[in-house]
């Protein structure tokens, strides 16, 4: 099973500051990976996919790096809504296993 | 506009069973795998089973054996039946649309199951 590791846990960071988050995988999923933002109460919103691709409707501050093993979320000007939880998500060894990083909250320093 | 709704959670004792249903709409619901994914209180995501356009399931070592998800096209609709309930099965739980090389988009709003004597 592939393992996906996520850090920092907690990220503070003040409005308008970038953000970089990172997932690293215990194995190489080549660029299958997505990015996952999650607020309190709700339902998990797709952000990236295929490692840099962003979905429909995601804003332009979000982008994806890096392929194999070490990945980044860059949040390049940290809006008030963006204060979540965001999880990254590998899909290489699809089908039979897909597998989440444990999450980084962002938070307001 | 893509929508997925989530029913049929609720309080369950240990070693109980419940069947969860997800309605979809707003797209081609046989031309896309579905999975379901469930959330611990406080916890992380973890991916529960999916079920592809041809009826074939995929399930982690948790659930496998004690978890059956199915589809019916002709209602749109995706099911998980969980039998054997475990207090560590005590979560939210969300369908989801598989994207075509299994990302997870969108999502339902989540319903809770909870385990408990």
């Known amino acids: 099973e592939i393992v996906m590791t996520q850090s920092p846990a907690t990220l503070s960071v003040s409005p308008g500051e970038r953000a970089t988050l990172s997932c690293r995988a215990s194995?190489?999923?080549?660029?299958?990976l997505a990015w996952y933002q999650q607020k309190p109460g709700q339902a998990p919103r797709l952000l990236i996919y295929g490692a840099s691709t962003r979905a429909t409707g995601i804003p332009a501050r979000f982008s994806g790096s890096g392929s194999g093993t070490e990945f980044t979320l860059t949040i390049s000007s940290l809006q008030s809504e963006d204060f979540a939880v965001y999880y990254c998500q590998q899909y290489n060894n699809w089908p039979p296993l897909l597998t989440f990083g444990g999450g980084t909250k962002v938070e307001i320093k | 506009e893509v929508q997925l709704v989530e029913s049929g959670g609720g309080l369950v004792q240990p070693g109980g069973s419940l069947r969860l249903s997800c309605a979809a709409s707003g797209f081609t619901f046989s031309s896309y795998d579905m999975h379901w994914v469930r959330q611990a209180t406080g916890k992380g995501l973890e991916w529960v089973s999916a079920i592809g356009t041809a009826g074939d399931t995929y399930y982690p070592g948790s659930v496998k054996g004690r978890f059956t998800i199915s589809r019916e096209n002709a209602k749109n609709s995706l099911y998980l039946q969980m039998n054997s309930l475990r207090a560590g099965d005590t979560a939210v739980y969300y369908c989801?649309?598989?994207?075509?090389?299994?990302?997870?988009?969108?999502w339902g709003q989540g319903t809770l199951v909870t385990v408990s004597s």
């Open positions: 989801a649309r598989g994207g075509p090389l299994s990302w997870f988009d969108p």
């Open positions: 194995q190489s999923v080549s660029s299958n």
